[in-house]
């Protein structure tokens, strides 16, 4: 059974850094892509990039182009999101959620999501 646990968020200054983690469990680690999604307070659930195994990257969120970063390490079974000159806009809760099959920025092409790791940028 695919199971997702993001850990890393926090309490950050604006303009500093964090690094998110999404573990995951039950499935090949292989034959699924990872994706982060955020969820602001009042706002839908968006997309910000996903990985394959291959490490090939998929982008979707303008806002964090060129900030944020995702990445993989397939020994651990854990894909990671370097966030970088954070800014309280970057405030919500994080969650990653996995499929097999190619890369989306389509919400409902996810079944199982984490339960979220919350940030929050603010001086």
């Known amino acids: 059974q695919l199971q997702l646990v993001e850990s890393g968020g926090g309490l950050v200054q604006p303009g500093g850094t964090l690094r998110l983690s999404c573990t995951v469990s039950?499935?090949?680690?292989?034959?699924?892509?990872i994706s982060w999604f955020r969820q602001a307070p009042g706002k839908e659930r968006e997309a910000i990039s996903c990985?394959?195994?291959?490490?090939?990257?998929?982008s979707y969120l303008d806002a964090v182009r060129g900030r944020f970063t995702i990445s993989r390490d397939n020994a651990k079974d854990t894909v990671y999101l370097q966030m970088n000159s954070l800014n309280p806009e970057d405030t919500a809760v994080y969650y990653c959620?996995?499929?097999?099959?190619?890369?989306?920025?389509?919400?409902?092409?996810?079944?199982?999501w984490g339960q979220g790791t919350q940030v929050t940028v603010s001086s």
């Open positions: 039950g499935i090949p680690f292989d034959q699924y892509v």
């Open positions: 959620t996995a499929r097999e099959g190619a890369c989306t920025g389509l919400i409902n092409f996810y079944n199982v």
């Open positions: 990985i394959r195994h291959s490490g090939g990257t998929s």
